[in-house]
């Protein structure tokens, strides 16, 4: 698994996950959870450190419930472990399964990277050589699978990872959820008259939507999907609701991609069509065939082929070729003989004996009253079976006018006119269709209806759009939910330093909060990596003013713990700081400082008149050096007559006295 996006998408690394249980959780006695970096349906996957092999893994939990039924746990169990069986460079290993309490998972390789639905989000349409380079080693990946027997029936861009190998530069492509597709809808069928659809509904084959069953031939159909997705940028099919998309898989062909694209070889339309067709008959049996037919594709486009008839013939579907040759007519059609309804002749006319003189007249013959009696009943009888056949064939028919685009009361008077009631179905978005129009109509315009006969018509509630809910202050799990619950994507995730906002949590969202988008639109959120770090200058012995000045330019607070004399540093300056200079810091931190006073200074006692000894000692015992003069007119009393500095002044501890004796 890798840190992207997903459907069971994949979310960039970096939420903290507080409000899950889950993180910090030891599974197993091996697998210690860290931050949730996706969340589907049916799991989250969480980067762990796999304490055994003292390696970073991702963990894919079950969400609570689903593990619940033991049959599902043993068959979800068993198809782990024929995923695990799988050893290829282009298929994200499975290195362990188990569980614990009431947590099933799966411990697999952690792919740092994006997905191939970013690629195609940001580089499609792309010309057909890369679109095929970033297809085969997806069917690769397919390939080995198919050749174990195992069907992965959840292709799609968000299960293809892509990362950059460090050490070479080049792209690694790796298809993820083997086995866990198949574990799921072993569980619960998706068919066309009830159940669930199971799996993301633009890539099903259509078998799957019919009967929910499938086979190698199912992930052939998805990669073709994604490859049609990766040469126009868009779906092939899309509709207002998923049952719209399902119906289309089964009744649309996929069109050329050269429709969209001008400029496509027909070689590559062909494949498109042979990988999608939806008679699986008529696709590639598995995806190594599928990749064979690409790498002649390929080569054809390296050596610039324009067109290659005969390549674009052997591609082409077989089906294909004959709707363009025949018009299609139903199988029953061609199978059952037709009939005619023919009224029955009359029956020849019986002939009239000759008269003789003894004959006597006859009567009417009987049997030519009776046959012109059965040629009217028969008439009759033919005219009110025909009648009856138009009845009921016709008759009581009426054709549902046209009132798509109408509002909802001219919808009802032409309805009305046309001797039908109206019954309102539940309202639909429309791109293209105003609000309080009419989107559709069952049935459908033209459609035969019986006399009186009901019409369910569906009003437009005009396109469908979501504002971007307020982000900001929310973690980056709680972020992804939010956009999930308003039909929104998560994009990717930005960090970004910020002395207002926690580390963890949201800053802003691109779009901005209260923008209006289409549904699936990604929103992609810058995520706060809290203050920004800062390395402390060295103030000791500079002025305490410059540095206050200093950390309030960069969000520290700056504070003078204490004040001490120091004979070295001078007054005001800086002594020693808590921290140390070079020790890094975030913004909003407390610096303190211990700053000087200068040196301490001591009061100079008067020792005027006093004996050379005595003033000496004095003056000495305060921490003052002495030194002594002859002051003029000396007489060698050795008293001292005057002294400098003088009583009284205040000098620093340890200055020189100089005592001037008489």
């Not at 055994?52 to 033991?70: E, P, S």
């Not at 068993?78 to 799988?86: I, P, S, W, Y």
């Not at 679109?131 to 195992?150: G, K, N, T």
């Not at 969202?509 to 959120?525: E, F, I, N, Q």
């Amino acid at each position: 698994m890798q840190p992207g996006r997903q459907s069971d998408g994949h979310a960039q690394v970096g939420a903290d996950g507080a409000s899950d249980p889950m993180v910090g959780r030891l599974l197993d006695g091996r697998y210690r959870i860290g931050s949730r970096i996706a969340r589907g349906g049916m799991a989250s996957v969480y980067e762990a450190t796999d304490m055994r092999l003292d390696r970073t893994v991702a963990v894919k939990v079950m969400h609570a419930g689903m593990g619940d039924d033991d049959e599902f746990a043993a068959r979800f169990v068993r198809e782990a472990r024929a995923a695990a069986r799988l050893s290829h460079p282009n298929v994200v290993a499975v290195f362990d399964q188990g569980t614990d309490g009431d947590a099933v998972f799966l411990a697999m390789e952690l792919v740092d990277g994006h997905t191939l639905r970013d690629v195609i989000r940001k580089e499609s349409p792309m010309p057909p050589a890369k679109a095929l380079a970033l297809i085969e080693p997806v069917l690769s990946a397919l390939a080995a699978a198919h050749r174990a027997s195992l069907i992965h029936r959840d292709v799609k861009p968000e299960n293809v990872l892509i990362a950059t190998d460090p050490n070479s530069g080049a792209s690694r492509i790796k298809v993820a959820d083997f086995g866990l597709a198949r574990a799921i809808s072993a569980e619960t069928q998706h068919t066309a008259t009830g159940g669930v659809l199971i799996g993301t509904v633009s890539y099903l084959a259509p078998e799957l939507v019919v009967d929910g069953r499938a086979d190698a031939r199912a992930d052939v159909y998805a990669a073709g999907v994604v490859l049609y997705e990766l040469l126009t940028g868009t779906k092939p099919h899309e509709g207002e609701s998923p049952i719209q998309v399902a119906y289309k898989h089964v009744h649309e062909d996929v069109p050329p991609p050269s429709r969209l694209v001008p400029g496509i070889p027909p070689y590559v339309d062909a494949l498109v069509a042979r990988a999608t067709a939806r008679d699986r008959t008529q696709r590639p049996a598995d995806a190594a065939v599928l990749l064979h037919q690409v790498h002649r594709v390929s080569q054809a486009l390296g050596e610039g082929v324009v067109d290659d008839p005969d390549l674009t013939s052997d591609l082409t579907p077989l089906m294909t070729q004959f709707r363009e040759d025949t018009t299609e007519v139903p199988a029953e059609e061609l199978s059952e003989p037709t009939t005619f309804l023919q009224t029955t002749p009359p029956p020849p006319p019986v002939p009239t004996p000759r008269k003789t003189p003894s004959s006597r007249s006859p009567r009417p013959p009987r049997r030519r009253r009776r046959g012109l009696v059965a040629t009217i009943l028969a008439v009759l009888l033919v005219a009110g079976l025909g009648v009856g056949a138009w009845w009921f064939l016709d008759g009581r028919y009426t054709s549902t006018p046209g009132v798509l685009g109408l509002s909802k009361a001219d919808a009802e008077a032409e309805l009305d006119d046309a001797g039908l009631e109206a019954e309102w179905g539940d309202k639909a978005y429309s791109e293209t269709v105003p609000v309080g129009r009419v989107i559709s109509t069952d049935p459908e315009p033209g459609a035969q209806v019986v006399d009186g006969g009901t019409v369910t018509v569906v009003l437009s509630l005009g396109k469908e759009r979501y504002d971007v809910p307020k982000l900001r202050g929310m973690t980056e799990d709680e972020a992804q939910d939010a956009l999930a619950d308003t039909d929104l994507a998560f994009g990717t995730t930005t960090g970004a330093w910020s002395d207002t906002v926690p580390e963890g949590q949201v800053i802003s969202s691109d779009p901005k909060a209260g923008t209006t988008l289409k549904p699936d639109t990604a929103v992609d959120l810058v995520v706060s990596k809290g203050p920004k770090p800062v390395e402390l200058k060295d103030w000791v012995g500079k002025p305490v003013n410059d540095a206050m000045a200093w950390l309030g330019d960069r969000g520290l607070t700056g504070k003078v713990a204490d004040q001490e004399y120091s004979d070295t540093v001078p007054d005001g300056s800086i002594i020693s700081m808590d921290p140390p200079g070079g020790t890094t810091v975030h913004s909003g931190d407390e610096v303190s400082f211990v700053v000087s006073q200068g040196p301490e200074l001591i009061e100079v006692p008067s020792v005027r008149a006093q004996g050379v000894d005595a003033a000496t000692a004095t003056l000495q015992a305060l921490g003052f050096k002495v030194v002594t003069e002859e002051a003029p007119g000396y007489l060698g009393l050795g008293f001292v007559f005057s002294q400098d500095p003088g009583g009284g002044e205040r000098v620093p501890k340890g200055s020189t006295i100089t005592l001037n004796l008489i």
